[in-house]
T-cell receptor, first 112, second 115 residues
Framework: DGGITQSPKYLFRKEGQNVTLSCEQN?????MYWYRQDPGQGLRLIYY???????QKGDIAEGYSVSREKKESFPLTVTSAQKNPTAFYLC???????????FGDGTRLSIL | AQKITQTQPGMFVQEKEAVTLDCTYD???????LFWYKQPSSGEMIFLIY??????QNATEGRYSLNFQKARKSANLVISASQLGDSAMYFC????????????FGTGTSLTVIP
C-alpha cells in the first residue's frame, strides 16, 4: 500500500538533547512537509520541501532542522534550541506544492 | 489577521441528519484553494474535499459538499446523512499562490454524532 510512514509514534526527549523524527513516503510525491499541532490548535508549518535537496522554512522553523537527500525521506530534527518541543508532529506529502496533502499518523513528542 | 477562521469549537448532530461546519477565509490573492480535512482521535489527517477559487461549481465528494460563497469568503463543509464514524475534528485549510502555495489551517471544529 502506498502511504506515509512516521516513526516513532511516541518519542521522549531529555533537556538539551536533539531528536530526529522520521518520515518516509512511497507515493512518489515531490513535495513534503512538517507540521506541528498543539492541543486545541490547527497545524502550523515548520518546513517544507518542493524537491530533493531543497527546503524552505515555514512559520515556526526556529529550533528545527530538516534534510531532503532522497525523494522518499524528509527527517525532522528537533534541536535543543526548541524550548517548547512538546507537541504532535505531522508529516505530509503532495504530488507538487499546492496539491492536496496526504498525512502520516504523526509522532507525539514529550519532554522528560 | 487569521487567514482561516472556524468559529465553532464543537458541534453535535443526530445520526442520519446533515450538518454544516463553518469556515471563513481571508486573502487578497485571486488564485487560492480551499481544503477540508478530518482528524479522528487516532491523529491522522484525512483529506476530504477541495475547492479552487476559479471553480464555478461547488465541490462534492460522496456525502461531503463544500458550500463556496466567494463574495462572502466562506467555504462551509456540509456532511449529509451523518454517521457515527464522522465523529472527529474537522479542519479547514487554504493555500495561496502568492505565498508559494503554503497551507494555512484553521483551529478546527470537533463534531460529535449522536446515535
Amino acid at each position: 500500500d502506498g502511504g506515509i510512514t512516521q516513526s516513532p509514534k511516541y518519542l521522549f526527549r531529555k533537556e538539551g538533547q536533539n531528536v530526529t523524527l522520521s518520515c518516509e513516503q512511497n507515493l512518489n510525491h515531490d513535495a513534503m512537509y512538517w507540521y506541528r499541532q498543539d492541543p486545541g490548535q490547527g497545524l502550523r508549518l515548520i518546513y517544507y520541501s518542493q524537491i530533493v535537496n531543497d527546503f524552505q522554512k515555514g512559520d515556526i522553523a526556529e529550533g528545527y532542522s530538516v534534510s531532503r537527500e532522497k525523494k522518499e525521506s524528509f527527517p525532522l530534527t528537533v534541536t535543543s534550541a526548541q524550548k517548547n518541543p512538546t507537541a504532535f508532529y505531522l508529516c505530509a506529502s503532495s504530488i507538487v506544492v499546492g496539491q492536496p496533502q496526504h498525512f502520516g499518523d504523526g509522532t507525539r513528542l514529550s519532554i522528560l | 489577521a487569521q487567514k482561516i477562521t472556524q468559529t465553532q469549537p464543537g458541534m453535535f448532530v443526530q445520526e442520519k441528519e446533515a450538518v454544516t461546519l463553518d469556515c471563513t477565509y481571508d486573502t487578497s490573492d485571486p488564485s487560492y484553494g480551499l481544503f477540508w480535512y478530518k482528524q479522528p482521535s487516532s491523529g491522522e489527517m484525512i483529506f476530504l474535499i477541495y475547492q479552487g477559487s476559479y471553480d464555478q461549481q461547488n465541490a462534492t465528494e460522496g456525502r461531503y459538499s463544500l458550500n463556496f460563497q466567494k463574495a462572502r469568503k466562506s467555504a462551509n463543509l456540509v456532511i449529509s446523512a451523518s454517521q457515527l464514524g464522522d465523529s472527529a475534528m474537522y479542519f479547514c485549510a487554504m493555500r495561496e499562490r502568492n505565498t508559494g502555495n503554503q497551507f494555512y489551517f484553521g483551529t478546527g471544529t470537533s463534531l460529535t454524532v449522536i446515535p
